[in-house]
């Protein structure tokens, strides 16, 4: 198995090769729901520009580009886009920064794989945080 940057094994399902367990486990999380009519549809990896390309002094600049796991069509015919994550990186945040300034009428939401505090497998991120932040408190 191929190890990223972020020592996660990157695992097929499907064909489809994906960077982490947890978003392997996420797609066959929503291909359930699907299956059980509880969302409509999902797309794999959209792509959202930050910065378009640009040229200063001479020196072109590539473009910034936000690249979440999932597109999620729900039942009421929202979207949502969800972003797998077992850790935030500093760029990672930056990056979720830019996309929520930008694309501020597009729902983003990071999702982290938690059997102990979510009954579905699957919690919002910044909740997760906050509950181990809690319990360290507590623990002190």
């Given at each position: ?16 090769t ?28 959209p792509k959202?520009v930050l ?8 020196k ?6 936000y ?18 994550k ?16 930008k ?6 939401t ?5 059997l ?14 906050k509950?181990?932040?809690?319990n ?5």
């Open positions: 198995m191929v190890k990223s940057k972020y020592k996660s094994e990157k695992i097929t399902v499907d064909g489809i994906f960077d982490s367990k947890d978003e392997a486990k996420y797609y066959e999380y929503l291909k359930s729901k699907k299956a059980k009519g509880q969302i409509l549809n999902f797309e794999l990896q959202y910065i378009p390309p640009f040229k200063k002094n001479g072109t600049y590539r473009a910034m580009t690249t979440p796991d999932f597109l999620v069509y729900h039942l009421d015919e929202s979207e949502e886009l969800i972003d797998v077992g850790f935030s990186t500093q760029q990672g945040e930056i990056r979720k920064k830019l996309f929520d300034y694309y501020q009428n597009i729902k983003l990071w999702v982290a794989r938690s102990k505090y979510s009954q579905t497998g699957w919690i919002e991120y910044d909740k997760l945080k509950i181990r932040r809690e360290k408190k507590c623990k002190r």
